[in-house]
């Protein structure tokens, strides 16, 4: 099983750029095995449908607009993706990963397992540092990720 670890979001944003935050988090904590794969996937929105569609198992990590506080974490399954039913809107700048998706599963291409890590920004100010309360999420998320990806039987190590 391949697994794509695709983090979205614009770096001069403030917390728009979570998701890229994430993926360096990940890299320079952790080490994984060749069948997964760590995407800086920034504001590319479906110019990487393609990465989507080569992977059995994805877990987006963005931002999300939806009711809470700035730092609460919302997951969300391809299921709900597809079907719309979301109460988020993505970044306003980019084909959302709803998009994304329906375009690959009218193709016929859409992968196994997609989940969806959102988490509620605190601040979309010109900035490329998170602020604080996103920050301190990023070990507990990706301690979540990486154990889930260790489950699935994939060997992933502590950076040295």
Known sequence: MTTL????????????GFGVHFIKYLEK???????VELYD??????????????????FIIDVVDTT???????????EELLLG???????PHQIGVQ??????DLRGRTPDQVSLIGIIPQSYD??????????????????LLVAEIRASGSVVQLAV
């Open 5 to 16: 670890v695709f983090g979205a979001g614009n770096l001069l944003c403030s917390d728009e």
């Open 29 to 35: 904590h952790y080490v994984f095995q060749d069948d």
């Open 41 to 58: 996937g920034g504001t590319l929105g479906i110019m990487v449908t393609h990465l989507l569609e080569e992977a059995d198992r994805v």
């Open 68 to 78: 809470g506080q700035p730092g609460d974490v919302f997951r969300y399954e391809k």
């Open 85 to 91: 039913r979301l109460p988020i809107k993505m970044s």
């Open 99 to 104: 998009e994304v998706l329906t375009l690959s």
């Open 126 to 143: 010109p900035g490329v540092d998170l602020s604080e309360t996103l920050a301190e999420k990023l070990p507990e998320i990706a301690e």
